[in-house]
């Protein structure tokens, strides 16, 4: 009888130890939007739903997602869903000079955006968080009450998010606390809302019997970028507009009725150059100019149409250092033009099978995602300004859909003089494969075919200096998901 005691005992001991280490912390969140912030840890969803964090407003969703109508369906089991995060190695640790480091994986949705500051990473899905990663593990992370995450881009300590509701929310981490965010803005304004809404002239038709007011995208932001010089933030959207947002208080200062089809992704250059790609086929440049001394409102005169073409504009990077502009398209090609010479047509980088959806471009290297699942990492050569394909990054099993680029020193040999010094970079991809990987680019490797998580490489200490690269999203196709069917027969206009 004691025995059989003892064995109940140590029984149920037993299973408090393992209830206790499958159990996951609940983040606590704010009853209200206006004051979204949030703690790390995460929910406890299973990993067939998306594990958001919970909120009254917005609690664990346990709806299907509209993806189970995608060829990528996200309900297909992930080699991944024995952990709701797996990584390779820390980001200091020794690992391939070129080459995978690690991958990112939370079991919430295709990752849409992403964005790198210093040590962090911010990553976007269509599950409405906001995740934080530092050195390769998941730091905290925060939420929206609705709308996916379509577009990120960081200035200072701002984050500014834009979702498919057709709002960019502005987020500011805690002075006291880097783990918490908070939301402090959403644009546009309800104050600027309330303000234009009350003036029958501030409406313009957006369809057929319907109107709303001009500072509001009526339909998902695709893509953000930042001027920080002159203190303005751009804004795309599938609506065929741009917006000019004044940075220092967040008033909606221009609306440009940009394109004839869904606006893909927007890019700023120099000289108060911005340039614009669309669904409709065309990359277009614009000129900013004040139209008052004290800088209040702003004009944008279309001065070029760089690209004409039958196939959709999904992505623009414009290089600083070279002078160029790269446009991808959903034909597979990079095509860019020479700054320095007037804008003349360089050419066409051809490495893709399938469209091109994503562009970062960092020193002389040019890195683009694709819906064929792979990067391909292209080097522009000193002498002649020719671009050479150094390697293709493989790995993933869904189209890149974002990709950011860092800057990262590395040690090649003994001493601590600059010239033991080599450089390389980061490049951080996220999927519709619900992961973001690591990767490593030497600048100065030799051209090599294809590289994955199984090619050997060596190297030796490492240190990072950070470069953010802004990129954009747009629409994935005719009814917002099924992208990678049309992407196959290159019929489709929108990313």
Same mark, same amino acid.
Request: net charge positive; charged share 25%.
């Given at each position: ?29 704010s009853?209200?939007?206006?004051? #979204? ?14 594990? #958001?964090y ?9 709806s ?28 200091? #640790? ?25 040590e ?21 992370g ?49 104050k ?10 501030n ?22 970028s ?8 751009y804004?795309?959207?599938?609506d ?31 000289d ?7 669904? #409709? ?18 004009r ?18 414009v ?23 007037r ?7 051809? !490495? ?11 020193g002389?290297l040019?890195?683009? !995602? ?6 391909c ?5 000193e ?17 890149v ?28 991809s996220g ?12 600048e ?18 490492a ?10 999203t !747009? ?15 290159h ?5």
């Amino acid at each position: 009888m004691t025995n059989l005691k003892e064995k109940n005992s140590t029984r149920r001991l037993k299973n408090k130890l393992i209830n206790l280490f499958r159990a996951d912390p609940i983040i606590p969140q704010s009853n209200s939007e206006e004051d #979204d912030s949030t703690h790390n840890g995460f929910s406890t969803s299973s990993s067939t739903e998306s594990p #958001d964090y919970l909120s009254d407003m917005n609690p664990a969703s346990t709806s299907p997602s509209p993806y189970n109508l995608s060829p990528w369906n996200p309900t297909m089991p992930s080699p991944f869903t024995k952990s709701p995060w797996v990584t390779y190695g820390g980001f200091f #640790d020794e690992g391939p000079s070129t080459g995978l480091v690690g991958s990112l994986v939370r079991e919430e949705g295709h990752v849409y955006s992403l964005a790198a500051s210093g040590e962090l990473l911010f990553t976007g899905s269509e599950s409405k968080n906001i995740r934080v990663w530092k050195n390769q593990h998941e730091f905290t992370g925060f939420k929206c009450s609705s709308g996916f995450v379509k577009a990120m881009v960081i200035s200072n300590s701002k984050i500014f998010t834009g979702h498919q509701d057709g709002k960019i929310r502005v987020w500011k981490v805690s002075p006291k606390d880097p783990t918490v965010y908070k939301r402090v803005a959403s644009l546009p304004l309800m104050k600027d809302f309330i303000k234009s809404s009350i003036k029958p002239s501030n409406y313009v038709e957006v369809r057929r019997h319907r109107n709303t007011v001009w500072i509001r995208h009526f339909d998902s932001v695709s893509c953000l970028s930042l001027d920080e010089e002159a203190g303005l933030l751009y804004s795309g959207s599938w609506d065929k507009t741009v917006k000019v947002w004044r940075l220092s208080d967040f008033k909606c200062l221009e609306s440009i009725k940009a394109h004839d089809d869904a606006v893909n992704t927007v890019a700023i250059g120099s000289d108060g150059l911005v340039f614009t790609g669309s669904a #409709d086929g065309t990359v277009k440049m614009w000129r900013r100019e004040m139209t008052n001394s004290k800088g209040g409102d702003t004009r944008h005169m279309a001065v070029r149409t760089l690209l004409q073409g039958e196939s959709a504009v999904t992505s623009i990077a414009v290089s600083a250092e070279s002078g160029l502009v790269y446009a991808g398209s959903s034909d597979g090609k990079v095509n860019y033009w020479d700054m320095n010479r007037r804008y003349t047509y360089g050419g066409a980088l051809r !490495g893709h099978k399938m469209a091109v959806l994503c562009l970062a471009v960092a020193g002389p290297l040019v890195v683009s !995602g694709s819906a064929d699942k792979s990067l391909c990492v292209w080097r522009r050569e000193e002498k002649g300004g020719a671009h050479t394909k150094v390697t293709s990054l493989t790995g993933h099993e869904g189209p890149v859909k974002c990709v950011a680029v860092e800057e990262e020193k590395y040690q090649v040999g003994s001493g601590f003089s600059f010239r033991d010094w080599g450089q390389r970079w980061v490049v951080y991809s996220g999927s519709l494969d619900r992961s973001v990987k690591v990767w490593r680019v030497a600048e100065d490797m030799e051209p090599q075919l294809e590289l994955n998580s199984r090619t050997p490489n060596h190297v030796i200490g490492a240190g990072r200096s950070s470069l953010h690269v802004p990129v954009g999203t !747009g629409k994935d196709g005719p009814n917002g998901w099924d992208l990678v069917r049309n992407w196959k027969e290159h019929g489709n206009k929108r990313v």
